[in-house]
């Protein structure tokens, strides 16, 4: 039986979150969103729309007006201003008005330009999340952070807007290639970081099922992962202040992305931003060595990297000052102060993070060592 958490906005709520192992509760979902009376279009890219795609369509085909499917390149190249604009136009095309909806089917790349496309398009249409890889479902389904990235620069072009619901059938995951599952992983792990140590160390007690992918074990780890960020979030939608505990190890990890081109998947990178941001915990006297190293090793059984090769150490740290987390000149630096406890730092130098950036940087010369 499908379960059920409700996401509130100003103490109201706002929208619920499916937890299934299957997709066969959803038409009754979308019912009690009338969409009887509504245009539908699934936006979903070209990985997903052949899983999927005619799935979801045969379940709601005859729950609404009508449905459409949208599909653009699978892949962080298409997350993009220029993907939203053919959106805009399929749209107009097939005569959305504001009382339509539309249905991000995919991972956090389809989530975020769905978001951000029914955020602008005629100020604003109602969507819904089916999020379809891990990191979507562990991170950024949930809490309204929509939004395309600007000449390489992760999401800085956005907004916050809330769906309607979010459809999490963990089944999904199984399809997902061994690279991309861990991925997201790195978004789990680090929910138990910044907020829940016990958390944390459930993920370690059952890697061996998290690995083999068993499904009750991956659906009480999507949902125990969920109300750590629901946690969060509610109590700060906007980002002015607690939600920002959430970007630990994303402002390094945002610019090894841009170095790397996005070579490297974003749950890979916000890993080795984890690794970094611990190490600068530990320089600061806020962890001790052992926690450091035991924080660093843990990614590992997860496939996860620590170390990076064939980066600027130097071109790192000047990416790092064009995230969007700088406050007045100053970046806001969320470290550990213990395991389930984060901490925004301002006083983070760039010596502190040009260190940790060689801390994880795996050169020609250490090979020769």
């Known amino acids: 039986m499908a379960q059920r958490l409700t996401i509130n906005y100003s103490k109201k709520p706002c929208y619920d979150i499916i937890f299934s192992q299957n997709f066969q509760d959803l038409a009754l979902e979308l019912e009690a969103l009338e969409v009887e009376k509504r245009r539908v279009c699934i936006i979903t890219d070209s990985t997903v729309e052949k ?94 952070k929509t939004g395309v990235d600007l000449d390489g620069y992760k999401n800085m072009v956005g907004a916050f807007y809330m769906p309607k619901l979010v459809y999490m059938n963990v089944s999904v995951l199984k399809t997902l290639e061994e690279r991309q ?89 916000v890993a080795l931003g984890c690794v970094a941001a611990a190490y600068i915990s530990w320089k600061h006297e806020l962890l001790t060595m052992d926690e450091y190293y035991e924080i660093r090793d843990m990614f590992v059984p997860f496939q996860l990297p620590i170390s990076i090769d064939h980066i600027d150490p130097e071109e790192i740290l000047r990416l790092t000052k064009s995230d969007k987390k700088m406050d007045a000149g100053k970046i806001k630096f969320i470290l550990l102060k213990k395991v389930g406890k984060a901490v925004i730092d301002t006083s983070v130098t760039d010596d502190d993070i040009r260190n940790a950036i060689k801390e994880i940087y795996f050169s020609d010369e250490d090979m020769t060592e």
């Not at 959305?96 to 956090?108: E, P, Q």
């Open 181 to 269: 599952y861990f991925s997201g992983f790195a978004e789990i792990m680090k929910h138990g970081l910044i907020r829940d140590s016990v958390f944390y160390v459930w993920l370690l007690e059952n890697m061996y099922e998290i690995c083999d992918r068993d499904p009750d074990t991956l659906e009480e780890m999507v949902i125990r992962s969920s109300n750590i960020k629901k946690t969060v979030v509610e109590k700060d939608p906007m980002e002015q202040g607690e939600r920002a505990l959430l970007n630990f190890g994303h402002t390094i990890g945002h610019a090894l992305e841009k170095a790397k081109n996005f070579a490297l998947y974003h749950g890979e990178c």
């Open 51 to 144: 899983l999927y795609a005619e799935e979801i369509v045969h379940l709601i085909k005859n729950k609404c007006r009508k449905i459409s499917v949208f599909s653009f390149p699978s892949g962080e190249a298409s997350k993009t201003l220029d993907t939203v604009q053919k959106a805009y136009t399929f749209l107009i095309e097939e005569g959305f008005d504001r009382k339509d909806i539309l249905i991000a089917l995919g991972g956090g790349v389809v989530g975020d330009l769905t978001g951000f496309t029914a955020a602008t398009y005629l100020r604003g249409i109602d969507f819904i999340q089916i999020p379809t890889t891990l990191l979507a479902q562990a991170d950024s389904s949930i809490g309204g």
